[in-house]
């Protein structure tokens, strides 16, 4: 089991900024890939960004070109740097990380955008 802790949610206005991280307990070398999932109240939980062990990059439609994944290998950390965030942002962000055939999940951090 590979122990994932998410922070950096809050509370935000229309346009702003926050950036998510996503700490693991294991080397990235043991892990293939981190996700960022969103779940919106009544809504299914969406994947929005990933990135892989050797460096490659997806985002949802809705955040391309508002949001970055970013991976610092040093300190086994994934950071989502979310841009001109609106209210359709809303939601809990989970981070996710992929290792041979597991997939742990962190427990969420809460976004909430105002207009």
């Known amino acids: 089991q590979v122990q994932v802790v998410e922070s950096g949610g809050g509370l935000v206005q229309a346009g702003g900024s926050l950036t998510l991280s996503c700490a693991a307990s294991?080397?990235?070398?043991?892990?293939?890939?981190i996700n960022w999932h969103r779940q919106a109240p009544g809504k299914q939980r969406d994947l929005v960004a990933t990135?892989?062990?050797?460096?490659?990059?997806y985002y949802a439609n809705s955040v391309k070109g508002r949001f970055t994944i970013s991976r610092d290998g040093g300190k086994d950390t994934v950071y989502l740097q979310m841009n001109s965030l609106q209210p359709e942002d809303t939601g809990v962000y989970y981070c996710?990380?992929?290792?041979?055939?597991?997939?742990?999940w962190g427990q969420g951090t809460q976004v909430t955008v105002s207009s």
């Open positions: 294991r080397s990235f070398f043991s892990i293939s890939a």
């Open positions: 996710n990380a992929l290792w041979g055939p597991n997939a742990d």
């Open positions: 990135i892989t062990r050797g460096g490659s990059t």
